[in-house]
Each structure stands twice: as C-alpha cells, then as structure tokens.
C-alpha cells in the first residue's frame, strides 16, 4: 500500500480534491487516504466531501432485493455496503432473516447435529456462517458436537 509524505498528499489534494478521488487514482481505499489526512493533520479542502452517505433502500426494494438474493450478504454485494449494515437495515424494517427462517434447511440441519456432525462441518456443507448453523442448532434444542480437541504441538 502507498504511503505519502505530507508533502506528496498536500499536492494530491489540490489536484484531485476529495479522498475518495486520491484512492481511486491509487487503487486504495478512501478511508486509508482520511487516515493519512488525519495523521498529518490535513484538513480537508472546505466544501469537498470526504465522506459519502451510504445509497438509501426503500422498504419495497429491500423485500424485492431479499427475494432475489437471499441473504444479507448477497445484498450488500449488489447494493455496496457492509453486510452488517444490509443487516441494520433490514431489522429497521422489521424484516425478518430468511437464511434464519428456512424450515425445511433447519430441520435438516438439526438432523445432522442430531447425528453428531459438528456444527463446522454443517456449516462447510451450506455454505453458511458458523454462527447462523449454531443459532439453527440451538433453537433446535440440540447441544452441539464440538468435535475432538485440538492438538498444539508435540505434546502427547
């Protein structure tokens, strides 16, 4: 990743004014460029915005992006933002999850728990989060295989 001088920074700022500009010119991220900014105690050019508001997704957008894609994750791929956010948004809207809400997935799931697969296995064979194939787990009422205990080293 590039580092500027201060000096270098200054002159890029008065070329291309804003942060977001100076990344992509630099194939770097705006945030690297506003850290730079801030350590050398920069200001930003007056008027140039540094920061961009996320894109705003209407309610009706959301549930036609979630019947399309399915998880938050896939969202925040085709709209651009964090799938945390994607997330935020979506319980806003009192949405609820359909990674979450699969009845036909989660039995099967819960069946493969029941059969001592470990929850790492179930969640490779998904293709989910861990954390999403253990809350399925749990509210399946089954306790969870956690597999047998690492070895670290060459201690017997």
Do not use: W
């Amino acid at each position: 990743m590039p580092r500027f001088t201060k000096s270098e920074l200054l002159r890029l700022q008065k070329k291309y004014k804003t942060d977001a500009e100076i990344g992509r010119n630099f194939n770097i991220t705006r945030q690297y460029i506003h850290f730079l900014r801030k350590l050398y105690a920069i200001p930003p050019i007056p008027g140039a915005r540094t920061v961009f508001p996320p894109p705003r997704i209407t309610r009706d957008e959301f549930v036609r992006l979630q019947k399309k894609y399915h998880s938050d994750k896939a969202i925040a791929e085709k709209v651009g933002l964090s799938a945390t956010r994607v997330g935020d948004i979506r319980k806003s809207y009192g949405i609820p999850s359909i990674v979450l809400d699969n009845t036909r997935r989660n039995a099967k799931i819960v069946s493969m728990a029941k059969k001592g697969m470990t929850g790492t296995a179930i969640a490779r064979e998904f293709k989910m989060a861990i954390p999403y194939v253990c809350k399925i787990i749990n509210d399946g009422g089954v306790r969870l295989n956690r597999g047998a205990p690492v070895r670290v080293g060459n201690r017997a």
